[in-house]
């Protein structure tokens, strides 16, 4: 139902920063929040931010002040402006939605990801 597709990925070096954007496609009215995770050598999964369809956004304790979450809801797009990366931040990174009219609320539809590699 739903189509997610990530962009922005890539190399840079530690202090630097990339945006990350992820476009939804298909039935987006369906669409209750959409997320963005990521998937490292450390740790296998790891949420990190969200936004819902109210507009309310979570950005978890341990990449705040450095990740920003943003929405267009014109354009079914989030975005993840990742500022003084680090190399504990190279994963592969996740968008996701879940659907208001699944019970109990998850994320299960999953983008194909995009890779960030940051070098010290």
């Known amino acids: 139902q739903i189509q997610l597709v990530e962009f922005g990925g890539g190399s840079v070096q530690a202090g630097d920063s990339l945006r990350l954007s992820c476009e939804a496609s298909?039935?987006?009215?369906?669409?209750?929040?959409m997320g963005w995770f990521r998937q490292g050598p450390v740790k296998a999964h790891e949420f990190l931010a969200d936004?819902?369809?109210?507009?309310?956004?979570t950005v978890v304790d341990s990449v705040k002040g450095r990740f920003t979450i943003s929405r267009d809801n014109a354009k079914n797009t989030i975005n993840l402006q990742m500022n003084n990366l680090k190399p504990e931040d190279s994963a592969d990174y996740y968008c996701?939605?879940?659907?208001?009219?699944?019970?109990?609320?998850?994320?299960?539809?999953w983008g194909q990801g995009t890779q960030v590699t940051v070098s010290s």
């Open positions: 298909g039935r987006t009215s369906d669409i209750y929040s």
């Open positions: 936004c819902n369809e109210r507009g309310v956004c």
């Open positions: 996701a939605a879940a659907l208001r009219t699944v019970i109990p609320r998850r994320y299960d539809q």
